[in-house]
């Protein structure tokens, strides 16, 4: 550890001694050569206007690579990367005339394309607007329609991501800098996060352990802050948005407000919707026939909160924040297949209202508190990211008795009696990263650390109270050989500590020794350790020849095993299954490399992103021939092991341009995986995503001069059948989908209106989605669903 220390500090001290500066002008122009003046021009964080000649000079600019930014009243906005050396530091920029129409999409493309081309790994960059025009029922609804992105479905409210058929936690969420933590490890728990407070959203698709942590094996999504301007007074939005499917209504106010130097931002969302339908009346229970009042799906109702603000202080070198924010969420569980038997479901009771929430239902609260600082030194940037994040999960249902369990819930019980199980889990992080230049080095070094306290209650168990320890550092080189060729390299070293508490049944149960028999309260969890460390690296490269675009990257991953994993010792009545953990496990290590090639023609475009993962130690669930009778209901035994898995897919993506206003898209996706060893060997893993591809047809006519970025918007989905399976899994037949999106931007007066509305699953399609959460009850994806949306920004002078 001395020598990361060394490491550490060697590097903060040379970004002071070796950096290069120069100084740099910039002369502005019209495509006539007429000097612009007063255009506002930004390099490397430095902000200079033209003078009366159209020049800025910057000064104190390190030699390298930047986004150089030009914004001038009555022209497009211009964007560009530069390489700054001692031989280029005079540059001209020629500004062409504003189009208002298509100002926004130029500036989203420029800026999307730019990061996509200096990064080795496969990347998608979206925006609020992508959001707004295909609004789903969860973030990671919304964002299902990129290739290579799938999600859990649970229910028309919940969801957990999938990128490239790895999820659960193989995937890091990154919320404002800090690592979104919750009890992301089961199936029915979503993510708390709040879509429409989602600013920027980076989608990181295949291994990025040596950024953003070990969990992050199967990729990650970056969710970045909502960037106010500074110096804009008060202003804010509301959105409204209803949908049809599950009578749902919700809004979103949003304020902010800045000055020179300070800002704040603010929201308040609120959702509501009832049990949603489904294109069937009648499904099957584990063979038992379950009818459906009205096609709904009792008892999946809810209602969510979200409270959010965001103050800060933004100056010359100095720059600080601190987000607050609060989701609550109240969901029901599909009554006839969550712990509860079919057949004694109160189905009147259920059908009474489509809005109520009866048992089994879940109340989940996430307070968050982000503090980020970025001070900007002559030749480095240093960032500090410190998070306190609280997950409190309740989940209620009805005592069932089992085994050894007492026919009737004692009365001297502390815990209620209809609370099955409560996670309360205090999470504290911390991130430093300093960034410098060594020439044509763009160096990054940095520390990650967080803590863990998950604590347990209610009267079922399934895992442990436990404490977690994780830290990793790292440094990472971005070499820019040249304008055309980026070469990439990173190390990291991670450790993690994790302490478990013992856990004994609150009744006693009979044990058999020879002829004796006695009766003690057993031991579902013993109290021990584990600890886990492993170095991970990282290599890749971008080759951008004008219209050609290459990337490669491999390297090593590391995942340490989670609770669950480790310690699980019960039934999950969600799966009607006993899950017993596997303390021995070894941290699991993924390889992979990870190709990207591209062409962008004036009209067309076209990418294809191969990758190939192979695991030596592969986690998973394993269904054992044993049931188990004392904690359940004779449900089968899994039991987590480890095995060799080879993964390999590619992603898809071609667009052209028909017409001015007419554009096509085709998004395709591929994934293969199989176990080379252990009981399962020749089969695939769970919630593998079928081969699926996208069609999808734009019309973005100019109506009037009131009606601004219209579109009407079709996309064709067709996904094969999924006959790659494990067991309990089921093959799931192939389906064809319709989804409709259109949209416009209505001014008047000085009234902005965004309009936008969707038609999802517009044929009312019965299918089934294999990575749904509700698969194995062969439970159809949601009937035909309208959504409209309404986003009315407004200004106070």
């Not at 071609?654 to 007419?662: D, T």
């Amino acid at each position: 550890m001395k020598k990361w220390y060394a490491l550490f500090f060697s590097c903060f001290l040379a970004s002071y001694v070796l950096a290069q500066n120069t100084e740099v002008s910039i002369y502005v122009s019209t495509a006539q050569q007429t000097a612009v003046k007063g255009a506002k021009v930004s390099l490397n964080q430095s902000t200079v206007l033209t003078d009366a000649a159209g020049t800025a000079v910057l000064k104190n600019i390190p030699l390298g690579n930047y986004v150089l930014t030009v914004q001038a009243t009555g022209y497009a906005h211009y964007e560009k990367r530069v390489q700054i050396t001692a031989a280029n530091k005079h540059i001209h920029v020629k500004l062409k005339p504003e189009v208002t129409e298509l100002k926004t999409v130029e500036i989203n493309s420029n800026a999307q394309n730019i990061r996509k081309n200096s990064e080795a790994r496969s990347i998608e960059v979206l925006d609020q607007r992508f959001v707004q025009q295909h609004l789903g029922g969860s973030l990671m609804q919304t964002l299902d329609r990129l290739p290579g992105i799938s999600n859990i479905g649970i229910g028309s409210g919940q969801s957990k991501p999938l990128i490239r058929g790895l999820g659960f936690n193989r995937i890091v969420v990154v919320d404002k800098g800090i690592k979104h933590e919750g009890q992301q490890w089961g199936a029915d728990h979503g993510l708390e996060i709040d879509q429409f407070a989602a600013g920027e959203i980076e989608v990181i698709k295949g291994p990025s352990s040596f950024l953003y942590g070990a969990d992050a094996i199967g990729g990650a999504i970056n969710l970045k802050h909502v960037t106010i301007p500074m110096n804009q007074g008060l202003g804010g939005s509301v959105n409204l948005i209803g949908k049809s499917n599950n009578d749902h209504y919700g809004t979103s106010i949003n304020l902010f407000g800045s000055n020179k130097k300070w800002f704040f931002d603010s929201r308040v969302t609120y959702q509501s919707y009832a049990d949603y339908r489904v294109p069937t009346d009648t499904v099957y229970v584990y063979d038992f026939a379950v009818g459906l009042h009205q096609n709904r799906l009792r008892n999946t109702a809810g209602r969510e909160t979200g409270l959010h603000f965001n103050t800060g202080y933004v100056g010359e070198h100095f720059k600080t924040s601190l987000h607050a924010s609060n989701s609550y969420a109240k969901s029901g569980f599909f009554a006839n297949a969550h712990g509860l038997e079919p057949r004694r479901v109160d189905q009147a009771l259920h059908d009474r209202s489509n809005r109520d929430l009866l048992s089994p239902y879940q109340r989940v609260n996430h307070f968050k508190l982000i503090s980020r600082t970025e001070i900007n030194h002559p030749t480095s940037k240093t960032e500090i990211e410190l998070g306190f994040q609280r997950n409190f999960r309740q989940e209620f249902n009805h005592y069932v008795n089992h085994g050894y369990m007492p026919p009737v819930y004692p009365a001297e019980m502390t815990i209620p009696q209809h609370l099955e199980r409560e996670y309360d889990k205090f999470i504290y992080s911390g991130n430093l990263r300093h960034s410098f230049m060594l020439q044509q080095h763009q160096l990054q070094i940095g520390l990650n650390a967080d803590y863990q306290d998950n604590n347990i209650s209610g009267w079922s168990f399934l895992i442990p109270g436990f404490q977690q320890f994780n830290t990793g550092v790292f440094v990472y080189d971005k070499y820019v050989v040249n304008h055309q060729l980026i070469l990439h390299g990173a190390l990291r070293y991670d450790y993690g500590h994790i302490q478990f508490q013992r856990y004994d049944d609150w009744f006693t149960s009979e044990q058999k020794e020879g002829n004796i028999t006695t009766i003690e309260r057993l031991t579902r969890a013993a109290s021990f350790s584990r600890d886990f460390n492993s170095f991970v690296w990282s290599a890749g490269m971008n080759y951008n020849p004008s219209k050609l675009g290459f990337k490669l990257n491999i390297g090593k991953s590391f995942r340490m095993p989670i609770a669950k994993e480790l310690a699980a010792n019960g039934v999950n009545y969600h799966y009607f299954s006993y899950e017993k953990g596997n303390a021995n496990l070894n941290a699991e290590v993924a390889y992979q490399a990870d190709l990207g090639i591209s062409y962008t023609e004036k009209k067309w475009g076209l990418s294809f992103s191969p990758f190939y993962n192979y695991f030596p130690n592969y986690i998973y669930l394993n269904p054992t021939p044993y049931h188990d009778y004392y904690y359940g209901a004779g449900n089968q035994v899994f039991e987590y092991t480890q095995s060799r898995v080879m993964r390999y897919g590619a992603e898809l993506k071609a667009n052209y341009q028909l017409l001015p206003s007419l554009s096509t898209e085709f998004l395709g996706e591929y994934l293969y995986s199989e176990q080379l060893s252990g009981d399962k060997k020749g089969f695939t893993l769970p919630f593998s995503p079928a081969p699926s591809a996208l069609i999808n047809l734009t019309w973005s006519p100019k109506l009037s001069d009131k009606l601004h970025n219209s579109y009407l918007s079709v996309d064709y989905r067709l996904t094969a059948r999924q006959n790659n399976i494990v067991p309990p899994e089921k093959k799931t037949p192939g389906y064809q989908i319709v989804n409709v999106q259109m949209g416009t931007t209505l001014s008047l007066n000085k009234q902005v209106f965004e309009l936008s509305m969707q038609a999802q699953n517009l044929l009312n399609a019965k299918y089934l989605n294999h990575t749904s959460f509700y698969r194995l009850i062969e439970l159809p994806e949601a009937s035909r669903n309208i959504i409209l949306s309404i986003k009315m920004p407004f200004k106070i002078n």
